[in-house]
């Protein structure tokens, strides 16, 4: 049975959302999208995410708001915030903070980045309410070479890819600190598809596809399918994940 994605991965890969405007842009973004859950026949509404990039001195701030509807906060509910610091090249990110509240608990990762030419050292903290209310804290180092960054300010990176460019086949590869732990996210393009969103309206994209691993190339969760426009500015119009019964699409919605 092939790994699943928990819905905590795909509220952060409406991130994949990758939102926030191209280098070029200087003025502030906010989007939005839906996310549905879809099992068979049965297809509903499930929560909503907003994405944003503001202008903070020298970069950025990227801030993900993601939080469920009244009918899934019965069955699971999520208030999630994540906010990144970057530098304007390649959104570099310099500080990272998740913050949750899934199913009455609390979590909170802190990553701390700093760089030594192509070396990286995340210094993470984490704060996790166990199940009698007790927050526990912890600490972590990681380390890795090469691009790197968080789970959100990679999702803004990637919307600066050459996609017309890329050789069949061809990878684009980075580092992931993910609260305590490393891991590997493998992008591949798999060609130009057009698509009709949960609004009717067709779009023209490029068909990407998402696979984290972590050490000994062990798979975190199943591939991700995501389309990405190809306007210039690569907004993320559809992502598609599996959930243990069912399927989470998360649509783009045009203010």
């Known amino acids: 049975m092939g790994v699943q994605i928990n819905m905590k991965r795909i509220l952060l890969l409406y991130s994949l959302i990758f939102i926030a405007t191209l280098c070029s842009f200087a003025t502030p973004e906010k989007l939005n999208y839906v996310v549905t859950y879809k099992w068979g026949l049965i297809q509903k509404d499930a929560g909503d995410v907003e994405i944003t990039r503001t202008p903070r001195g020298n970069g950025y701030e990227l801030k993900l708001i993601a939080q469920t509807k009244p009918w899934a906060d019965r069955i699971y509910k999520v208030r999630d915030t994540l906010v990144s610091i970057t530098e304007k090249e390649k959104y570099r990110p310099l500080h990272y903070t998740y913050i949750a509240h899934e199913k009455n608990r609390y979590r909170r990762d802190n990553i701390k980045f700093s760089y030594n030419g192509n070396s990286v050292k995340g210094e993470a903290e984490k704060f996790k ?5 007790n927050v526990n804290h912890t600490t972590h180092v990681m380390q890795s070479t090469g691009l790197t960054y968080d789970m959100l300010s990679v999702y803004f990176f990637l919307r600066e890819i050459d996609y017309p460019n890329l050789k069949p086949g061809e990878s684009i590869n980075a580092t992931i600190f993910s609260g305590s732990k490393e891991e590997n996210l493998e992008v591949k393009c798999l060609g130009k598809e057009t698509i009709k969103l949960s609004d009717k309206s ?33 907004i993320p119009l559809l992502i598609v994940g599996n959930l243990p019964i069912g399927q989470v699409r998360v649509n783009y919605r045009a203010s």
């Open 129 to 133: 309410e166990d199940k009698n209310g």
């Open 202 to 234: 067709e779009h023209e994209t490029w068909h990407i596809t998402f696979k984290f691993t972590q050490a000994g190339g062990k798979k975190s969760s199943d591939d991700i399918n995501c389309w990405v426009s190809t306007a210039p500015d690569h």
